[in-house]
């Protein structure tokens, strides 16, 4: 279901395409400000993209990437403008959707309808993993227990691993995520208010997760919302465009409100935030966290126990604030923990370790 996009601006007067000055503008890109036509738009747009992608070195010719897929406007347009390029520029990608069922009736239950029409659109073959399977757990029990104050928490965490997850079921090579410049610059802000030092210093680069499993990049790292929106608009891309229920407090929505009203006043200021953020250095004399492997499910984590696995034990052990903020499991709670799996449902019984990482 396609959206109007925010404020289009059409171009009155009979005013030229600023690109081709042959055709009548349609629109005045919220990146530039410049007056284009529809079918320059999408030019331009596609083609912006393949630089990024030539100039950042994001694919090799054979790879097999897995394109996360949730419905939604930024992940449809990805796949689109993704099969589109690999045809055109002859890339020899070997591409797949890759989505999560997080168990959110009314919400993920109909976004995935919309992603199994895309798998038809595009000829993209199409995976979906779940929470249910994965961890035991939907959000919507979750959110039961927890509320709606942390239930973001949980849900961030356990899908970076589902996707890492399926992308080892597809044996892909690279996971392409649909992160745009509005959600980058809004990371960048949310790690300075947090203090997440370690966050920070990796938040704006393209391509991530490279000394772990399965490496991700950001193809439209430097795309603004706006322009996705208006691109999937014109091109009457079927998208799902409902928010999801249980986010409404989330704090990242705050970081969202802020940058869209700077975008307002100064439509640059998102690549300048992330210019920012690329231009940020870490002390030498900054104790940054080593990583390592989860002791109880092998995934990749600076402590014994990766933050899925601390997590699933409160929601398991009926404490489900345990892992919430900085909260730690301690050694010796481990060990204690470890003894009594035997009789009591935890972590261990569920395919959250059943894979290699």
Partial sequence: MAESPAKVQKAGGGRSCCVCNERRAALKRPK?????CRECFFAVFEEEIHQVIMQ????KPGERIAIGASGGKDSTVLACVLSELNRRHNYGLDLFLLSVDEGITGYRDDSLETVKRNEVQYGLPLKI???KDLYGWTMDEIVKIIGLKNNCTFC???RRQALDRGAALLKVDKLATGHN?????????LNILRGDIARLSRCTAITTGEDGPIPRCKPFKYTYEKEIVMYAYFKRLDYFSTECIYSPNAYRGFAREFIK???RIRPRAILDIIKSGESFRISTSTKMPEQGMCERCGYISSQKWCKACVLLEGLNRGLPKLGIGRTRVSDKDQKKDLK???GVKS???????SLDF
């Avoid at 530039?32 to 284009?36: F, K, P, R, S, V």
């Avoid at 950042?56 to 694919?59: A, D, G, V």
């Avoid at 972590?347 to 370790?353: D, E, F, L, M, T």
């Fill in 32 to 36: 530039t400000l410049e007056q284009i």
């Fill in 56 to 59: 950042n070195q994001l694919f």
């Fill in 129 to 131: 993993v779940s929470y």
């Fill in 156 to 158: 961030g965490v356990f």
């Fill in 181 to 189: 410049a509005d959600d980058i610059a809004e990371t960048v802000l």
């Fill in 261 to 263: 009203d700077l975008e």
């Fill in 340 to 342: 009594q799996s035997s």
């Fill in 347 to 353: 972590i261990a019984s569920k395919q959250c370790g």
